[in-house]
């Protein structure tokens, strides 16, 4: 008998593909633990750049444009564009270098998760520890899936934190150093603000936290913050995260139809029209958070109430029950009619001055088109969310091998992205609006600049005063006629510039 006899009959020796497996799914979770630890944060602190430039950068050249000609502004606003759009450029750089690294390209590398388990079951050699390796490179696609829709909020992470600086800033500064008081009235605004701020910080640190987690699952010592700190159970911080949202969503659509009832000077049918919308939208936000807690934590718990098989969020917020997808699509009606009522008084406003050839833009119409235009692209990316619960507009895969094949489950789509957005979005609108009403403000307690340069009833009298008394009636009856003209248009100017703020 020779020294193989001792072997028994059925011994397999093992091939070069199951060494293959095994050896590169090693080398790629070595080649992940390094992305953790080393990537990961420096693109973070990049990305809130990006989106900290987006904001400041456009507010920057206002400033620069409306102040004193005496010198040349163009040379400073090209030189803020060009540096945004070279750090952008060096973001995106960074990014798809982070896309090429866990696709494996680097390395030659292809491994879907499907792959790994179909070679596990159809081994005949069994191999220390693979159950292990196969358990962190699952779950090191999972972590990718948090940190690629975590870099898509950090973004707008910074526009936030950016505005609401701004706003904070702009609130709290003294417009007319002889009138410092403060009503209880206007400090709703920065309460409100500080309040979504709030809310988008706390959802940005889940979802730092949750990919801290799936991190930590993967290889324990890879977590980012506080490694000696049990990790939080990933089902609470998942309707933590739909919590979040969902209440953000709740304050943005109060938001916008509260300044539609400041535009329409508190109209009866309006302010009914916004409470009804306010509770009905309140409730469903709060019904939906409900169901998606209790299905989260009754795992056996069947989903009578899921009404969308097409749902591909791995985060549940509004896309995989009915009552979800009402409250979703609720707050898409609610921006859309608000931003239609707010065009309909603008086109009131501007009929106004319809006989008036050649009379400026008074502040107020642009305050109202900037409001028309800002709620339409706000109701543009509703849209684009409410069609992402059924259709899925983009899928990348997570891991290396499937970046095109969704057979692993471990994939992002565009409704993702836009989860993790939303959460963003919902507070940097307000936070818009709530800058608008400052800007607009400050140019009411300036004066209007406007009114400079037309003539006043005032000067039409004197004129009157001087005139011929050989001057025929029609000429005297045309002079009262522009005099009462310029009256009405500086009284709807002066009544229509006052900020809707101090109605209520």
């Known amino acids: 008998m020779s020294g193989d006899d001792s072997l028994p009959w059925y ?15 090693t080398i790629l979770i070595t080649l992940y633990k390094s992305v953790v630890s080393s990537v990961v944060p420096s693109l973070l602190l990049e990305s809130f750049t990006i989106g900290a430039l987006f904001a400041c950068v456009p507010i920057a050249s206002y400033l620069l444009w409306i102040k004193s000609p005496s010198f040349s502004r163009v040379p400073y606003i090209s030189t803020l564009w060009i540096f945004m759009t070279l750090i952008t450029v ?5 990014l798809k270098q982070l896309e090429s690294t866990l696709a494996g390209r680097p390395l030659g590398i292809s491994l879907t998760l499907e792959a790994l388990l179909e070679w596990r079951v159809t081994s005949a050699w069994v191999i220390s520890g693979e159950d292990t390796l196969i358990e962190s490179y699952a779950s090191y696609g999972e972590a990718w899936q948090y940190l690629l829709i975590l870099l898509t909020e950090t973004v707008l992470f910074g526009v936030s934190t950016s505005l609401f600086v701004v706003v904070a800033y702009t609130t709290f500064r003294p417009i007319n150093p002889v009138s410092t008081r403060r009503s209880c009235i206007v400090l709703v605004v920065p309460i409100m603000a500080s309040c979504m701020y709030c809310l988008s910080l706390g959802h940005w640190i889940i979802m730092l936290e949750s990919f801290n987690l799936r991190a930590a699952e993967a290889a324990p010592d890879t977590r980012l913050f506080s490694p000696s700190t049990p990790p939080f159970n990933p089902v609470y911080l998942n309707i933590a995260l739909s919590a979040a949202f969902s209440l953000n969503a709740v304050l943005s659509d109060t938001i916008v139809l509260w300044r539609l009832c400041a535009v329409w000077e508190k109209r009866r049918p309006v302010i009914a029209f916004g409470l009804t919308l306010s509770v009905v939208i ?6 939906n958070v409900g169901i998606n807690a209790h299905e989260q934590i009754d795992f056996d718990t069947v989903k009578a109430v899921n009404g969308n098989s097409s749902d591909s969020e791995f985060i549940a917020t509004y896309g995989s029950t009915a009552i979800g997808l009402a409250a979703a699509f609720i707050s898409l009606g609610s921006n859309l009619c608000a931003t239609i009522l707010v065009g309909v008084k603008a086109g009131i406003h501007r009929r106004r001055f319809r006989y008036f050839e050649n009379a400026p833009r008074t502040r107020t119409q642009r305050f109202m088109e900037l409001l028309v235009e800002s709620g339409a692209i706000y109701s543009l990316i509703w849209i684009l969310y409410c069609v992402s619960f059924y259709q899925r507009i983009t899928v990348q895969g997570t891991l290396a091998g499937s970046q095109t094949d969704t057979s692993d489950a471990l994939f992002v789509t565009a409704e993702s992205h836009l989860d993790a957005a939303m959460a963003q979005i919902t507070s940097i609108y307000p936070l818009m609006i709530f ?5 607009n403000k400050i140019h009411h307690d300036r004066g209007p600049e406007s009114l400079r340069h ?8 004197q004129e009157i005063d001087r005139v011929d ?9 045309q002079i009262r006629e ?3 003209m310029d009256e009405a248009k500086l009284t ?13």
């Not at 011994?11 to 590169?24: G, H, M, Q, R, V």
């Not at 800058?435 to 800007?439: G, K, N």
């Not at 008394?469 to 009856?477: I, L, N, Y």
């Not at 100017?493 to 703020?501: E, K």
């Open 454 to 461: 037309i003539k006043t009833p005032q000067l039409w009298a």
């Open 435 to 439: 800058i608008l009403v400052a800007l």
């Open 492 to 504: 709807a100017q002066s009544a229509i510039s006052l900020d809707p703020l101090q109605s209520f």
């Open 90 to 94: 060096r973001w995106a750089l960074s």
């Open 11 to 25: 011994y397999k020796p093992p091939s070069t593909s199951d060494f293959n497996a095994t050896l590169d799914a």
């Open 482 to 484: 522009s005099s009462e």
């Open 282 to 287: 309140l409730g469903l936000n709060v019904a």
């Open 469 to 477: 008394p050989e001057t025929s009636e029609m000429d005297a009856s």
